[in-house]
């Protein structure tokens, strides 16, 4: 007969996980798993389902607490105390393995559970022993097996309730281990599980209410609990702004859905993407970047799980969303990092590639495609203007920096009239209702009263008129023979400031002023 030994243990606990805040994620799933059994047990009402969280700094203390159907004393000891001996179904339950529950011994001293179901009027509890169990571990040399590791840290007790209707499953960690003061964080918590939790959106977020009803449509249920940290709502906490160094930098101004179905078409995912102009990758600004995988609306592993799964790792920083897996063929490994691997998982995989490849990898690089091309023509503009200014005040040296001047307005004339071109031939080959147009219509929103004054001009073809400029000595106090010397000075200034051209306008237009 094989024999588990101890260390087993240190897999179950600090080597399960790789972030410690995961722990609320595993006793959250186990608590929505207990609010659903008292809703279909009619305990609870669709919406009467509660999940509470208390951080306590100075006491370093945590509790996990949910109103779910609780667990009645007499299957207590074997539901709670057993390990790895789960009897929720894979694949429907969020939390199946019957592990999960270990994984805060790693960062207190002692955790505590305890239920009570409705009717009862005795609180059941075990208590673990996190400090002994760290001593056995790693100091005492003794090879002692698994169970009896378990027997010297756990125990069981009661107590009496007098609240016979009261149902709930509640977790404590006593005295949270100095290394794990982030737990604590109230506002780390918070954003960290507003990402990651199966919550509501926030109500700023305006297309929620598309996200719904695209998941009522396919038929898809959207799980969402009611979760506090110290009394304050989780919610996802979706913005339609996209920043970059805290600064506004894009907007999301619509939101598009993608199904994925097997060859039996049968539902197996489905997403959800904002649509904005892609102005660059997202930095961390942007709280909720990437599209997330979810099961049952918890996510799956980081943020970054699928960044794999597009031609190039940078292409998942460029959006916000989420993608729902649905199959109950696709079962979240122990770790809840991904899928076990299995032909769904691979099937999947590949339908999201898909994906990734021919719609959101060419939407991005679409986008900057656009932007280029209004970005020639607003450049031209720009020199236009700069080349007229600098004719009407008589600026220009001599009738050589005039003429490169006009051949350099040419240059960007001709860059401007390909870039329209090429914006009309991507026009032609995208429809309206596709989402490269629709990004291509935003930017064109955007830079129109940028790139309005070129339209004319570039329809017209070379017709437009040149304006005479004047030089920038032709109103200077001088005669013909001074003007000229004075140009010449200015142009030998301006080779010598070759790569420097801020100062060589700068000692001009000293001159300029002395000569006056």
Request: proline share 2%.
């Amino acid at each position: 007969m094989a024999i588990m030994g101890k260390n087993i243990w240190d897999n179950l606990t600090a080597g399960m996980y790789l972030d410690s805040r995961i722990i609320f994620r595993e006793y959250i799933q186990n608590a929505c798993d207990s609010i659903d059994d008292a809703q279909s047990e009619g305990l609870l009402g669709e919406s009467d389902g509660l999940i509470e969280i208390i951080l306590d700094n100075k006491k370093r203390y945590i509790s996990i607490k949910d109103n779910g159907a609780g667990i009645n004393r007499e299957e207590f000891k074997s539901k709670v105390g057993n390990v790895a001996d789960s009897d929720k179904e894979i694949g429907s339950a969020k939390g199946f393995r019957g592990i999960g529950r270990l994984c805060g011994l790693a960062y207190c001293e002692n955790v505590v559970f305890s239920s009570k179901s409705r009717g009862e009027s005795t609180v059941s509890i075990m208590s673990l022993d996190a400090n002994a169990l760290r001593y056995l571990l790693y100091e005492d040399k003794t090879k002692y097996t698994f169970e009896e590791v378990y027997e010297k840290i756990v125990s069981f007790s009661t107590e009496n309730s007098s609240n016979i209707d009261e149902h709930f499953f509640k977790v404590e960690l006593f005295d949270v281990r100095k290394s794990n003061t982030a737990l604590l964080n109230k506002q780390g918590i918070l954003d960290y599980l507003s990402l990651v939790a199966p919550v509501p959106y926030i109500n700023s977020f305006i297309y929620s209410a598309k996200i719904y009803e695209h998941a009522k449509r396919v038929g898809a249920k959207l799980d969402e609990y009611k979760v506090l940290v110290n009394g304050e709502q989780v919610l996802k906490n979706y913005k339609t702004y996209l920043y970059k160094n805290e600064r506004k930098n894009d907007e999301i101004s619509d939101i598009l859905f993608q199904d994925f179905y097997d060859e039996n078409n049968n539902l197996i995912a489905w997403l959800w993407y904002g649509l904005s102009t892609f102005n660059g990758a997202l930095d961390k600004t942007n709280h909720a970047r990437y599209l997330r995988l979810r099961k049952e609306n918890i996510q799956i592993g980081g943020p970054e799980t699928l960044n794999g799964l597009f031609n190039e790792s940078r292409g998942n920083k460029y959006f916000v969303g989420e993608v729902f897996a649905v199959s109950k063929q696709l079962i979240p490994n122990s770790q809840r990092d991904n899928f076990n691997e299995n032909d769904m998982r691979i099937f999947f995989e590949e339908s999201l590639k898909d994906f990734f490849k021919n719609t959101l990898s060419k939407l991005y690089h679409s986008a900057s495609n656009v932007r280029g091309h209004y970005d020639k023509i607003a450049n031209y503009v720009q020199a236009r203007k700069e080349f007229e200014e600098n004719g009407a005040k008589n600026k220009f040296i001599n009738s050589l920096e005039k003429e490169k001047a006009e051949k350099s307005l040419e240059t960007k004339k001709l860059a401007s009239e390909k870039a329209q071109k090429d914006l009309g031939r991507f026009e032609l080959n995208h429809p309206k209702e596709t989402a490269p147009a629709m990004v291509a219509a935003r930017l064109k929103a955007l830079y129109m009263d940028t790139c309005k004054e070129a339209l004319p001009e570039i329809v017209e073809g070379n017709e437009r008129k040149k304006e005479k400029a004047g030089y920038i000595t032709s109103d200077l106090p001088l005669d013909r023979k001074g003007r000229k010397l004075v140009t010449q000075i200015y142009q030998i200034i301006t080779d010598f400031f070759d790569k420097d051209e801020s100062r060589a306008k700068e000692l001009i237009e000293k001159i300029q002023e002395g000569l006056k």
